[in-house]
């Protein structure tokens, strides 16, 4: 039986096909799922992707309890697709397992959804999801030269499919189209209207042209016309009086349109003094849990002693969200993850391997029933944003 586990354990490393290991398994295990990753590994072979795809799928859902194999066997099936043109099927993967979908690098998602989208002829949502990954990617100020940034992440992606062994296309095609957009949008409209601001401003200096021209731009990109208003206002070519009036103008433009602007976009707008959104990690969630179940342990409700920078930080995070000055969001990635960890006491009870838990008072008080009313008070806490309805966020 070693001996088995071990050629198992090669197989899935490996992805090496060994048709008498299968035979074992139809023999011995015929409804475990190591017989579908050694199915797959011999589809694979033979160049049936698709088919060793669905077999990888299949033998993570069977190991759904052993989330790091799980997770790992599932990222194979996402590959299989890859190479197989399985686009929709890889995409409801990672959209119906916000857990594993934490686990998959954004390149290789964002890899997945363009190849999905430009199959089933959603080609411009293609493009949209390729420039709002760029522009997340990009470290700017917010100045002019953000396009040529977004421009070398773009480049980067072209790489991507050969750095990994992906198949190229359709998701080259598609990165070269959002390059070519980004280049025309660029160097037409926009700097047109950027310069005859910068014109205005130092000329008449009429804070009403600057708006009507800011408002003309926020009619097909509400952000673009924020972003006008940002470099009149902080170009010091303005009195006082007239930058106030245009920050005034900027906020309801931003309160009528803030459902359109992404989260990633509104960072450059400081004329806003919005409040910072803090995405929260599993990792701050299982600390603010177990904190919690120390307090309901011990005998004076204090809890641990012991004041760690882990514990520091998101005491301060729940402090700052309660006083209002941050909000804060759980993904659902890390939601899934969180709630898959904390799913009953006993897997929630080996999180305290770095300390003594008497066994006959954890299992007096901690339930399954009480763990996942606690888990949810965990993430109410920790999630007090609700997405397009908040907009004086940045």
Request: charged content about 30%; proline content about 3%; aromatic content about 6%.
């Amino acid at each position: 039986m070693k001996t088995v586990r071990t050629v198992t354990d090669l197989v899935v490393e490996y992805n090496i096909g060994v048709p008498a290991l299968e035979e074992w398994y139809r023999q011995h295990a015929k409804a475990s799922p190591e017989l579908q990753v050694v199915r797959a590994a011999i589809l694979r072979e033979k160049g049936d992707r698709l088919n060793a795809a669905r077999a990888y799928k299949d033998a993570a859902g069977k190991l759904s309890d052993d989330f790091e194999k799980s997770s790992l066997v599932m990222r194979k099936a996402l590959i299989e697709f890859a190479h197989s043109a399985g686009w929709n099927e890889a995409v409801s993967i990672i959209d119906s397992n916000p857990a594993l979908a934490s686990t998959v690098t954004s390149r290789f998602k964002l890899y997945l959804r363009t190849s999905d989208h430009h199959v089933a002829e959603r080609r411009n949502q293609a493009g949209s999801e390729l420039m709002a990954f760029a522009a997340d990617q990009v470290e700017s100020n917010g100045e002019v030269s953000v396009a040529e940034d977004r421009e070398s992440v773009l480049e980067s992606l072209l790489r991507y499919p050969e750095e990994h062994d992906l198949p190229s296309e359709p998701f080259v095609g598609r990165v070269r189209a959002a390059m070519k957009n980004l280049s025309t949008v660029w160097t037409g409209r926009q700097s047109d209207i950027e310069r005859r601001v910068m014109i205005e401003l130092r000329g008449r200096r009429d804070p009403n042209e600057v708006t009507k021209l800011a408002m003309g731009v926020a009619e097909e990109d509400p952000f673009g016309g924020l972003r006008i208003l940002e470099k009149a206002i902080y170009s010091n070519l303005l009195e006082e009086a007239q930058s106030e009036t245009l920050k005034k103008t900027q906020r309801a433009l931003f309160t009528s349109h803030s459902g359109n602007i992404p989260i990633k976009e509104r960072r450059t707008l400081k004329g806003l003094s919005l409040k910072p959104l803090i995405i929260v990690d599993t990792n701050i969630l299982i600390e603010a849990l177990k904190d919690d179940l120390l307090r309901e342990l011990s005998v004076d409700n204090l809890g641990s002693l012991d004041w760690t920078v882990e514990r520091a930080f998101y005491w301060m995070l729940r402090r700052r969200s309660e006083e209002g000055r941050v909000a804060l969001h759980v993904p659902p990635a890390a939601e899934g993850e969180f709630m898959h960890r904390a799913r009953n006491s006993q897997s929630v009870l080996k999180l305290f391997s770095d300390m003594y838990i008497e066994k006959s008072v954890w299992d007096d008080r901690i339930d399954d029933e009480f763990l996942v009313k606690r888990a949810k008070s965990v993430l109410a806490t920790f999630d007090n944003w609700s997405k397009g309805v908040e907009g004086g966020i940045l």
